[in-house]
């Protein structure tokens, strides 16, 4: 069964803010902007992500042995060559 790669869409924006102020974090930035209501719905939705993605992995036999194996990273590298 392959993946529906269109329901990611959606969560392209959120994703994309939120790496955006994880690298600012990160690389030392400042984080002056961020208000704390940002800061806790920046949390939600990572949250969300990782809640999201392990029901879908643990959900599928598959998944899960793509996950355990030797193959994750050319699994993984695989989804980011066929969204393209």
Same mark, same amino acid.
């Given at each position: 069964m392959p993946l529906n790669l269109s329901a990611s869409d959606s969560a392209v924006w959120p994703a994309t803010t939120g790496y955006s102020w994880r690298s600012r974090?990160?690389?030392g930035m400042r984080l002056q902007k961020l208000s704390p209501a940002k800061s806790s719905e920046l949390t939600y939705?990572?949250? @969300?992500?990782? +809640? $999201?993605?392990? &029901?879908?992995?643990?959900?599928?036999?598959?998944l899960i042995k793509s996950?355990? @194996?030797?193959? +994750? $990273?050319?699994? &993984?590298?695989?989804l980011i060559y066929s969204a393209q």
């Amino acid at each position: 069964m392959p993946l529906n790669l269109s329901a990611s869409d959606s969560a392209v924006w959120p994703a994309t803010t939120g790496y955006s102020w994880r690298s600012r974090a990160v690389h030392g930035m400042r984080l002056q902007k961020l208000s704390p209501a940002k800061s806790s719905e920046l949390t939600y939705e990572a949250e @969300g992500f990782a +809640r $999201e993605s392990l &029901l879908k992995i643990l959900a599928r036999a598959d998944l899960i042995k793509s996950f355990t @194996g030797s193959e +994750r $990273e050319e699994f &993984l590298d695989s989804l980011i060559y066929s969204a393209q």
